[in-house]
């Protein structure tokens, strides 16, 4: 079955959400190099266009090929040059798993949380103290 350009976008949402500390950048669905143009235009408007800290929250991700990466590392590069902290949210899982055999985990200030928690924040257990084996699963 082929996949159309429409069809490819459609599976992936993004969405900005203003905070007090830090805007947070809110992605779900699949983040793969026929689909990923949302998601770069939404990091560059985060680096462009607003101060403060940044989040991205990957919680609701099913898949990031190296396109996301990219996009990801490019934020980190632009933040640090402003002197500006990202801060990038996911759950156990495959996208996880992605930045921590890449040793992104530190470099890009990983959080792992389970997608059921919704304060807001940050908060919770740093990457480098969660395995990411099933039994640690939340």
């Known amino acids: ?12 949402r993004v969405g900005v959400v203003a905070g007090e500390a830090a805007d947070v950048v809110v992605v779900s669905g699949e983040v793969d190099v026929a689909a990923n143009i ?11 266009d607003r101060d403060g800290g940044a989040v991205v929250d990957l919680r609701k ?15 980190q590069r632009r933040l640090n040059r402003q002197r500006r902290r990202l801060t990038v949210v996911c759950a156990p899982g495959v996208v996880y798993r992605t930045l921590h055999t890449l040793g992104l985990r530190e470099s890009l200030n990983v959080v792992c949380r389970a997608a059921a928690e919704r304060d807001g924040g940050p908060k919770g257990k740093r990457a480098q103290r969660h395995s990411g ?4 699963r939340t």
């Open 38 to 48: 949302p998601l770069a235009r939404e990091l560059q408007r985060l680096a462009n």
């Open 133 to 136: 084996n099933r039994r640690d």
């Open 1 to 12: 079955m082929a996949r159309g350009g429409n069809a490819s976008v459609a599976r992936l």
């Open 61 to 75: 991700v099913r898949f990031m090929d190296t396109t996301g990466v990219h996009h990801l590392l490019t934020l």
